[in-house]
């Protein structure tokens, strides 16, 4: 398997436009995973899914913030409108019910100016 | 909430020499933990995971153990080599697939 993948790895973009950020989970997790890291805060979930239903997202920061699974190999992470204290790196990490074995993509570097 | 502290928060080794890497965490009722390595500019890469019924696992140099009732975990580094550079990170998952919390990590130089 691939592993995680993301996409784009870097962005930049302007305050106030809009960011979508994309990740493919490793086939056969049933759990999905967004995290946001920084250097002050470390990091910091945002939102988790399990079979495609969002069970957490009480880490999304604001209204601003928001997450989707349309369905088992594909979730979006959308920022509308980004502002400059939205940069970070966000990572997209999956796990199997089994073990729990958290595997993270290589993130998505994302710089709002 | 579950806390997680890792100590040292940055550690400089000569090459050869074995290293203990320090993870803490504030409740013991957890499902499982595991050790991650981060190079710069990269994603986290899972070394071992320690279910919470195990008391180790090992892979090639590395240990790490579990010990759930004083709330620790260490990494044990046999033989450091330059390659094992990187920050080393523990998380902790309190119940199975919920809110890990992870340690600031450990930034680990190792000399040649």
């Known amino acids: 398997d691939a592993g995680v993948i993301q996409s784009p790895r870097h962005e930049v973009t302007e305050m106030g436009q809009e960011v979508t950020l994309r990740c493919k989970p490793i086939?056969?997790?049933?759990?999905l995973f967004w995290y946001r890291q920084t250097m002050m805060r470390g990091l910091e979930l945002l939102i988790y899914?399990?079979?495609?239903?969002?069970?957490?997202d009480s880490g999304m920061p604001e209204d601003r913030f928001s997450a989707k699974m349309p369905n088992a190999s594909f979730s979006t992470l959308k920022i509308q409108p980004s502002e400059p204290r939205d940069s970070a790196v966000y990572f997209c990490a999956s796990s199997p019910a089994s073990t729990g074995e958290l595997f993270f993509g290589e993130g998505s570097r994302l710089t709002v100016l | 909430k579950q806390e997680v502290t890792q100590i040292p928060a940055a550690l400089s080794v000569p090459e050869g020499e074995n290293l203990v890497l320090n993870c803490s965490f504030t409740d013991s009722a957890i499902y499982n933990l595991q050790w991650f390595r981060q190079d710069p500019g990269k994603g986290l890469t899972s070394l071992l995971l320690?279910?919470?019924?195990?008391r180790e696992q090992t892979s090639g140099r590395l240990n790490a153990s579990l010990d759930k009732s004083s709330g620790r975990s260490t990494l044990y580094i046999a033989a450091s080599q330059p390659g094992d550079s990187a920050t080393y990170l523990c998380?902790?998952?309190?119940?199975?697939?919920?809110?890990?919390?992870f340690g600031a990590g450990t930034r680990l130089t190792v000399k040649p």
């Open positions: 899914f399990n079979n495609n239903v969002p069970i957490d």
């Open positions: 086939s056969g997790h049933d759990y």
């Open positions: 998380a902790v998952n309190p119940y199975n697939n919920n809110d890990m919390r």
């Open positions: 320690i279910q919470s019924s195990q």
